[in-house]
Structure formats: structure tokens, C-alpha cells
């Protein structure tokens, strides 16, 4: 069974910062795709950040230039470091991974985090 856990939500006033974390535990055989989604109130989920397992990044274009995804291998772990927060990004955040839980059979399965709330306001 493999599990996302995300950590490192909160309140945050405008102009902050949080880091977000997400653990991936379980039977796990390789990791390949990571990535952060948030969805705010009525809204659509959307891609916030991505990270491949040869770190190449992607972002959205509300992020750019303000947040950063890294990943450590060793630890399977993504992180999403979030500066300059605004109120607009007030959502809750979701992990998101590409896993490949055995050698054999060789499936390739999409597995997503909880959740962890990340509020902007004064």
C-alpha cells in the first residue's frame, strides 16, 4: 500500500512564506512524477508545480517566480517552498505521484496526498 503525506500547511499573512512536504511511504519500487495541486472553494483543481525524477520542473503561470518544488530522492520526498504568498493562493494543497509500487508486474499507478490547507490572509 503506498501512501502521499503532506505536511507544513497553515496561516500565512500576505507577503509569507510556508513549506510544504509530502512523504511517500509503502510499498514502493521507483518514484517518477511528483508534483503539488491545490483547489480553492468552487474552484477546479489545478497544477501548481511539477518535478520529474530527473528534476525537471514545471509551474503554473500564478507561481512562476514566487514558489519552487524540489525533491530528495533518498527521502521520497517533494517539497513546495511557497514565498510571497497572496491572498488568491488560499487552498488546500495535494500531492500528487507517479509510482511504480513492484519490479514485477511493471504498473504504473497515480496516487494523491490527503491534503493539507495553506490559508493567505491578514
Known amino acids: 500500500q503506498v501512501q502521499l503525506v503532506e505536511s507544513g500547511g497553515g496561516l500565512v499573512q500576505p507577503g509569507g512564506s510556508l513549506r510544504l512536504s509530502c512523504v511517500a511511504s509503502?510499498?514502493?519500487?521507483?518514484?517518477?512524477?511528483m508534483g503539488w495541486y491545490r483547489q480553492a472553494p468552487g474552484k477546479q483543481r489545478e497544477l501548481v508545480a511539477g518535478?520529474?525524477?530527473?528534476?525537471?520542473?514545471n509551474y503554473a503561470d500564478s507561481v512562476k517566480g514566487r514558489f519552487t518544488i524540489s525533491r530528495d530522492n533518498a527521502k521520497r520526498t517533494v517539497y513546495l517552498q511557497m514565498n510571497s504568498l497572496k491572498p488568491e493562493d488560499t487552498a488546500v494543497y495535494y500531492c500528487?505521484?507517479?509510482?511504480?509500487?513492484?519490479?514485477?508486474?511493471?504498473?504504473?499507478?497515480?496516487?494523491w496526498g490527503q491534503g493539507t490547507q495553506v490559508t493567505v490572509s491578514s
Open positions: 509503502g510499498r514502493i519500487f521507483a518514484i517518477f512524477t
Open positions: 500528487n505521484a507517479d509510482i511504480r509500487p513492484t519490479l514485477v508486474p511493471p504498473d504504473l499507478n497515480n496516487y
Open positions: 518535478i520529474t525524477s530527473s528534476a525537471g520542473t
